[in-house]
């Protein structure tokens, strides 16, 4: 009687044990999927700041974006949060509201605006939100030519509260050009106390078909000024179709494919043809080797 007891409680509460996690379980898969929003802001030269989200869901994988999610900018006031607009997010999970820099909105006292994301949540997802503060600033790029060098100058401003535009004091800016999936960095400019900078602008940049160039100078994670943009197009870059003799013209962006390119490609294919040779040749093998030779198909005829 004793070992049925035990066994008897050993069954329940391993039957317990089992009810209680797949409760767990259950209650697992049902409860929302955690949710991640990056917030960030940037000044550009066209006198606005970019308010930037990206919402993303995590899973014990990774994570994916969050397509058409309402994200609500707020600018953060003493008073209280001031709704300045709703976005959906795109099939990257970003949502992007621009608002000009010259607004109304109040700041701190460190003369700084601060505005706040904020994604609401459903059943399915929890909430999420993001803070960012910064100063309204401006960077204005321009070139010349002196003594048949070329140089990009780099000009920063900062927006007071009262509309006075003022220097933007020392700060490190990055000069780059797009490319196709990056940006190429050409120069790093070290702005003086007035807020200008100048670089030497190199040669070999290739541009479109005309030489046609966008250089971008930017200022990145900036305490006081967060992320600030400035663009300006010349015609300083070679052309695509004209390569210098001096350098290779077989690269991976010419007319002309690299020869380690057309060698690959070719063995590549040699090999797959090669493949469908060899399975037509032991096809027509197995089907002779199948046919009874001469000899002995008179013999069988014979008999």
């Given at each position: 009687?004793?070992?049925?007891?035990?066994?008897?409680?050993?069954?329940?509460?391993?039957?317990?044990?089992?009810?209680?996690?797949?409760?767990?379980?259950?209650?697992?898969?049902?409860?929302?999927?955690?949710?991640?929003?990056?917030?960030?802001?940037?000044?550009?030269?066209?006198?606005?700041?970019?308010?930037?989200?990206?919402?993303?869901?995590?899973?014990?994988?990774?994570?994916?974006?969050?397509?058409?999610?309402?994200?609500i900018f707020y600018?953060?006031?003493?008073?209280?949060?001031?709704?300045?607009?709703?976005?959906?997010?795109?099939?990257?999970?970003?949502?992007?509201?621009?608002?000009?820099?010259?607004?109304?909105?109040?700041?701190?006292?460190?003369?700084?605006?601060?505005?706040?994301?904020?994604?609401?949540?459903?059943?399915?997802?929890?909430?999420?939100?993001?803070?960012?503060?910064?100063?309204?600033?401006?960077?204005?790029?321009?070139?010349?030519?002196?003594?048949?060098?070329?140089?990009?100058?780099?000009?920063?401003?900062?927006?007071?509260?009262?509309?006075?535009?003022?220097?933007?004091?020392?700060?490190?800016?990055?000069?780059?050009?797009?490319?196709?999936?990056?940006?190429?960095?050409?120069?790093?400019?070290?702005?003086?106390?007035?807020?200008?900078?100048?670089?030497?602008?190199?040669?070999?940049?290739?541009g479109d078909s005309?030489?046609?160039?966008?250089?971008?100078?930017?200022?990145?994670?900036?305490?006081?000024?967060?992320?600030?943009?400035?663009?300006?197009?010349?015609?300083?870059?070679?052309?695509?179709?004209?390569?210098?003799?001096?350098?290779?013209?077989?690269?991976?962006?010419?007319?002309?494919?690299?020869?380690?390119?057309?060698?690959?490609?070719?063995?590549?294919?040699?090999?797959?043809?090669?493949?469908?040779?060899?399975?037509?040749?032991?096809?027509?093998?197995?089907?002779?080797?199948?046919?009874?030779?001469?000899?002995?198909?008179?013999?069988?005829?014979?008999?």
């Open positions: 009687m004793k070992r049925i007891k035990t066994g008897t409680i050993l069954v329940i509460l391993f039957l317990a044990g089992m009810m209680q996690g797949y409760a767990q379980n259950n209650a697992d898969t049902t409860s929302p999927a955690v949710t991640v929003l990056r917030f960030a802001c940037v000044s550009t030269s066209d006198d606005s700041i970019q308010l930037k989200s990206v919402v993303s869901v995590k899973h014990d994988d990774g994570s994916t974006n969050l397509v058409n999610a309402p994200v600018s953060v006031e003493k008073d209280g949060d001031l709704k300045i607009g709703e976005v959906k997010t795109d099939v990257h999970g970003t949502a992007v509201l621009k608002i000009p820099a010259r607004n109304t909105y109040l700041r701190n006292d460190q003369q700084m605006l601060s505005f706040k994301a904020m994604y609401d949540g459903n059943d399915k997802y929890e909430a999420s939100e993001g803070e960012f503060s910064l100063k309204p600033a401006k960077l204005k790029v321009s070139f010349y030519e002196e003594d048949s060098i070329r140089y990009v100058k780099v000009e920063g401003t900062q927006l007071n509260s009262d509309g006075a535009e003022v220097s933007i004091g020392a700060v490190d800016v990055i000069v780059s050009v797009p490319k196709m999936f990056s940006m190429l960095k050409i120069a790093e400019i070290s702005l003086d106390s007035t807020g200008i900078g100048t670089a030497e602008f190199p040669r070999d940049i290739i005309t030489g046609n160039l966008t250089v971008v100078a930017s200022i990145e994670e900036n305490d006081i000024f967060g992320a600030v943009q400035g663009s300006a197009d010349n015609n300083w870059g070679l052309p695509k179709h004209l390569i210098s003799p001096d350098r290779p013209s077989r690269e991976l962006w010419t007319p002309i494919a690299p020869l380690w390119i057309i060698i690959t490609l070719i063995i590549m294919l040699l090999g797959v043809w090669g493949q469908y040779v060899y399975a037509v040749v032991q096809l027509v093998m197995i089907n002779k080797s199948s046919k009874p030779a001469p000899e002995e198909k008179a013999g069988n005829e014979k008999r």
